[in-house]
């Protein structure tokens, strides 16, 4: 038997799947969480992530699936909106408890009687945000490009105009991998080697570049350690 993530992106994806590394967890009931047993949503409604639940039906039928994660932004809900917002897709494919908390399996029963467990963590820094949020929060290495942005913030903010967290997060990201964090050999391929399209890449190659140690990653990891 084994587990699966359900995860909005690919870049979610990405990076849980190095945080999984990282853990060098027996993530497995059978095989661990390798890439291909993460599910991307490619974006969050409600129509997404039921599909992708009901996807995994005919698995849990044949006994090939045991545990479920569900990984999405908290952006700016509260926890129990969100919690109330996954429950609701869950009941829409699955006989279930009702989900009242993250990091804490339910049982949840197919229409064949077949049993398998749930669980969902919310992807945040302080209870607000999303990956991007997170990726600022465990930077490693000396930012001062990106950080200069609240300098620009600033200045933008004091001519009447607004930028918001989440829309500021993004950049300074962006700019963390471009001009803080990208070698001069990797310069020459910057759109493939230097940014968030390129996170493939990032993680393979540069996840020194984050402090994998960071109290904001703690219950990433108390979620992912209940596969273990």
């Known amino acids: 038997m084994s ?4 995860v909005e992106s690919k870049n979610d994806k990405v990076f849980m799947q190095a ?19 993460y599910k991307s949503l490619e974006g969050l409604s409600e129509t997404e ?11 849990i039928d044949r006994k090939d699936l045991e545990k479920i994660g569900i990984i999405i932004d908290i952006d700016n809900y509260s926890e129990q909106e969100r919690l109330k917002f996954v429950d609701r897709c ?52 000396e930012s001062p490009h990106a950080d200069c942005l609240d300098s620009w913030k600033t200045c933008i ?8 967290q989440k829309g500021f997060d993004k950049f300074w990201v962006s700019i963390y991998l471009r001009y803080d964090t990208c070698s001069d050999n990797e310069q020459q391929q910057a759109g493939r080697k230097c940014t968030m399209s390129g996170f493939d890449y990032v993680m393979e190659h540069k996840k020194d570049i984050w402090n994998w140690d ?4 703690n219950d990433l990891k108390e979620f992912f350690k209940l596969f273990c």
Not at 19 to 37: A, F, R, S, T, W
Not at 157 to 164: A, D, F, W
Not at 214 to 217: E, G, I, S, Y
């Open 3 to 6: 587990n699966i993530v359900i």
């Open 19 to 37: 945080m999984v590394e990282k853990l060098n967890c027996d993530i497995q009931v059978d095989p661990p969480i390798y890439i291909d047993d």
């Open 49 to 59: 992530l039921i599909k992708a639940l009901k996807n995994l039906i005919r698995k």
């Open 90 to 141: 869950i009941k829409q494919v699955f006989q279930a408890e009702s989900l009242s908390s993250t990091k804490q399996f339910i049982d949840i029963c197919t229409d064949l009687g077949t049993k398998a467990q749930l669980a969902c963590y919310f992807t945040n820094v302080g209870g607000k945000g999303e990956l991007e949020t997170l990726l600022k929060a465990i930077k490693a290495r």
């Open 157 to 164: 903010e004091s001519q009447g105009q607004q930028i918001n």
């Open 214 to 217: 960071h109290p904001a990653l």
